[in-house]
Antibody, heavy 120, light 113 residues
Framework: EVQVLESGGGLVQTGGSLRLSCAAS????????MSWVRQAPGKGLEWVST????????FHADSVKGRFTISRDISKNTLYLQMNSLRAEDTAVYYC?????????????WGQGTLVTVSS | DIVMTQSPDSLAVSLGERATINCKSS????????????LAWYQQRPGQPPKLLIN???TRESGVPDRFSGSGSGTDFTLTINSLQAEDVAVYYC?????????FGQGTMLEIK
């Protein structure tokens, strides 16, 4: 059974850093693209970052480029999102989601999400 | 960036009736080399993460009831829900994965009339 489980969310001050983790199981982790998608309170979905399964190429939304970094540890079946220079507008539930064999596919398995609150 | 615009923002449909949600992209998401539309539809029930319903504009995911169907090509797409059930109350999103940023529509809230 495919599962993805996020952790690492919490309350952080403006300008601070946080690292989110996503533990994956039930599939060959290194062969699939993985993404982070966020949802601010009461708002819609916003794509944040994607890591391509095969080559490990990374893609980030302009709103987080230069501040957030997506990475993975295949030996641990874990995806990460390093978030630096956090702003109030980064407050959201962050979802980890599995994609297809490349970054060009829908997201077929989602975690329950982890809440990040950025406050001064 | 490709802008995804859904219509309507919300709709109320009676149980057993049909619901139709539209999604328009600001540029084509049809990849000519493989004739595939790079578009997905998701359902997000209250308090739940999104769930993939339709991939490649019209391919229903395994386990998704056949009352859900996706259609369209190029820039105009439709999600149709036939014989609406109570459990279909949710917000529905379209997303393009033709190019980064992989943008979502603003969402359509579906309620029971």
């Amino acid at each position: 059974e495919v599962q993805v489980l996020e952790s690492g969310g919490g309350l952080v001050q403006t300008g601070g850093s946080l690292r989110l983790s996503c533990a994956a199981s039930g599939f060959t982790f290194g062969s699939y693209a993985m993404s982070w998608v966020r949802q601010a309170p009461g708002k819609g979905l916003e794509w944040v970052s994607t890591l391509d399964g095969r080559g490990g190429s990374t893609f980030h939304a302009d709103s987080v480029k230069g501040r957030f970094t997506i990475s993975r540890d295949i030996s641990k079946n874990t995806l990460y999102l390093q978030m630096n220079s956090l702003r109030a507008e980064d407050t959201a539930v962050y979802y980890c989601a599995k994609g297809g064999s490349s970054q060009y596919s829908g997201l077929d398995y989602w975690g329950q999400g982890t809440l990040v609150t950025v406050s001064s | 960036d490709i802008v995804m615009t859904q219509s309507p923002d919300s709709l109320a449909v009676s149980l057993g009736e049909r619901a139709t949600i539209n999604c328009k992209s600001s540029q084509s998401v049809l990849y000519s080399s493989n004739n595939k539309n790079y578009l997905a539809w998701y359902q997000q029930r209250p308090g739940q993460p999104p769930k993939l319903l339709i991939n490649w504009a019209s391919t229903r995911e395994s386990g998704v009831p056949d009352r859900f169907s996706g259609s369209g090509s190029g820039t105009d797409f439709t999600l149709t829900i036939n014989s609406l059930q109570a459990e279909d109350v949710a917000v529905y999103y379209c997303q393009q994965y033709y190019g980064t940023p992989f943008t979502f529509g603003q969402g359509t809230m579906l309620e029971i009339k």
